[in-house]
T-cell receptor, first 111, second 114 residues
């Protein structure tokens, strides 16, 4: 079973739309959670950390549900520049800081 | 300027060649990682170094040999690779331990084995 699972998409949405991605993780001992963004042929870059109480950064909102072991990312008012692959990442601190990456969800924002 | 620098950015090598990938981090982190990203596949963790000690070798073939001479530098020595080893190789670092933060990535080395 994969450590982190995501719907690969693609999600094709018009500009201004609201889009949500979900991700599930298998290890209940996971302690840190992140969303990364990866543009085509570039390295992943941190979009935002995910906190237990949920957190927001501008148009982006992340939620964590430990009981159900899933993480979500909501993007409001999508921009063309949001087109990218979004990677869900979990970290097991006890296991020498291993970061487990999902396969990513591709988002295409159309004019 | 990125806090994690990888060289070279692109590498083409024959199956009988020996080459090395280099990674340097300027963030004062104590953990460094090698990941492999093949086309249309998720990132695969290859090696983890914590405080210069290898703590993870994720069933990686011996034709990949990592080296971590100090907490700022990480190498991946390559020899007798196969065409299926062609991929984007990403180095990352993080501040491990109780104050764990996110992983910061270098720009990657795009490797083509011919």
């Amino acid at each position: 079973r994969k450590e982190v699972e995501q719907d690969p998409g693609p999600f094709n949405v018009p500009e201004g739309a609201t889009v949500a991605f979900n991700c599930t993780y298998s290890n209940s001992a996971s302690q840190s959670f992140f969303w990364y963004r990866q543009d085509c042929r570039k390295e992943p870059k941190l979009l935002m950390s995910v906190y237990s109480s949920g957190n927001e950064d501008g148009r982006f909102t992340a939620q964590l549900n430990r009981a159900s072991q899933y993480i979500s990312l909501l993007i409001r008012d999508s921009k063309l520049s949001d087109s990218a692959t979004y990677l869900c990442v979990v970290n097991l601190l006890y296991n020498f800081n291993k970061f487990y990456f999902g396969s990513g969800t591709k988002l295409n924002v159309k004019p | 300027e990125t806090g994690v620098t990888q060289t070279p950015r692109h590498l083409v090598m024959g199956m009988t060649n020996k080459k090395s990938l280099k990674c340097e981090q300027h963030l004062g982190h104590n953990a460094m990682y090698w990941y492999k990203q093949s086309a249309k596949k998720p990132l695969e963790l290859m090696f983890v170094y914590s405080l210069e000690e290898r703590v993870e070798n994720n069933s990686v073939p011996s034709r990949f040999s990592p080296e971590c001479p100090n907490s700022s530098h990480l190498f991946l020595h390559l020899h007798t690779l196969q065409p299926e080893d062609s991929a984007l190789y990403l180095c990352a670092s993080s501040q491990g331990g109780l104050l764990n933060t996110e992983a910061f990535f270098g720009q990657g080395t795009r490797l083509t084995v011919v």
